[in-house]
């Protein structure tokens, strides 16, 4: 959801380099709607059915569950969540990514 310049200053600091990034910039919808995730599936040429969505907010889950992943994790913060938004889109709540190592969820 970020825009290109913030997300590049961001992944730079702590030394990340993803194969793709879609952001903000490159969508005509953001999350919730699904097109972002859509498009980087689409770049990445990988079919949704294979792909796990991890995200912090409620806007992460209901993209990920509208493009269709296999599965969806919600890592749980300090934001209060809209748990009534949620309430027909199915995921897993997870306190960190460890859980995904962890647990038998993926």
Known sequence: SSKRISAEEVLRIIEISPHTLVTNDDVNMGKPHP????????????????????GDTAYDIIA???????????????????KELLSSFTYHEIDSLCDLITTSRI
């Open 35 to 54: 097109e972002p995730v859509l498009k980087a599936l689409n770049i990445m040429k990988v079919k949704p059915t294979n792909v796990i969505g991890i």
């Open 64 to 82: 990920y569950n509208s493009a269709g992943l296999n599965k969806s994790f919600l890592l749980r913060g300090d934001v209060p969540l809209n």
